[in-house]
T-cell receptor, first 114, second 112 residues
Framework: GENVEQHPSTLSVQEGDSAVIKCTYS??????FPWYKQELGKRPQLIID?????GEKKDQRIAVTLNKTAKHFSLHITETQPEDSAVYFC?????????????FGDGTTLTVKP | DAGVIQSPRHEVTEMGQEVTLRCKPI?????LFWYRQTMMRGLELLIY????????DSGMPEDRFSAKMPNASFSTLKIQPSEPRDSAVYFC??????????FGQGTRLTVV
């Protein structure tokens, strides 16, 4: 089955700096890669996703890049703000063969210091 | 739509008791997932349904766990008998075509 590894497990940055979280996956058939943000005591919520037919996607301060050859993808947050502090999860799945069966990384706890 | 609705939000029960968690997915979504989240094991997929049919239950830890989806608007996750190691936050999520998962607020289960 799919295995997703996420690094680092914790990340602390100063407000205004950039943050980068990296994930690697094992199944070359994986083609859908969402990122979820989970604030303390709340539910995970999708912040951005990318499909394997593109290499990069951006939404304001958040971007995701995908390297299919190396089987890794990364989340980039620029101009970080204290409200970006949360746990971030990457995931991978194979659509439509195993649609919905996402394998999650172990999460990265991001702390943005004011 | 109110989003995915789970009940109860909190449940405290004694070891050996039966526990039933409930979920109402977003209308029109064809996938429903049950996840368990703990500090030690992270976010684990227990089982998921497509059009009310269980597709993969390989994540269900033991026979003590069972899940049903009798119709498109309701699902249950049952633990019988419950054990202290079942203590966790249980999330239900739904999605359309298996893409973005919309999570409910979760049920925090404590088994004493």
């Amino acid at each position: 089955g799919e295995n997703v590894e996420q690094h680092p497990s914790t990340l602390s940055v100063q407000e205004g700096d950039s943050a980068v979280i990296k994930c690697t996956y094992s199944d070359s058939a994986s083609n859908y890669f969402p990122w979820y943000k989970q604030e303390l005591g709340k539910r995970p919520q999708l912040i951005i996703d990318i499909r394997s037919n593109v290499g990069e996607k951006k939404d304001q301060r958040i971007a995701v890049t995908l390297n299919k050859t190396a089987k890794h993808f990364s989340l980039h947050i620029t101009e970080t703000q204290p409200e970006d502090s949360a746990v971030y999860f990457c995931a991978a799945s194979t659509q439509p063969v195993n649609a919905g069966k996402s394998t999650f990384g172990d999460g990265t706890t991001l702390t943005v210091k004011p | 739509d109110a989003g995915v609705i789970q009940s109860p939000r909190h449940e405290v029960t004694e070891m050996g008791q039966e526990v039933t968690l409930r979920c109402k997915p977003i209308s029109g979504h064809d996938y429903l997932f049950w996840y368990r989240q703990t500090m030690m094991r992270g976010l684990e997929l227990l089982i998921y349904f497509n059009n009310n049919v269980p597709i993969d239950d390989s994540g269900m830890p033991e026979d003590r766990f069972s899940a049903k989806m009798p119709n498109a608007s309701f699902s249950t996750l049952k633990i019988q008998p419950s054990e202290p190691r079942d203590s966790a936050v249980y999330f239900c999520a739904s999605s359309f075509s298996g893409y973005e998962a919309f999570f409910g607020q979760g049920t925090r289960l404590t088994v004493v």
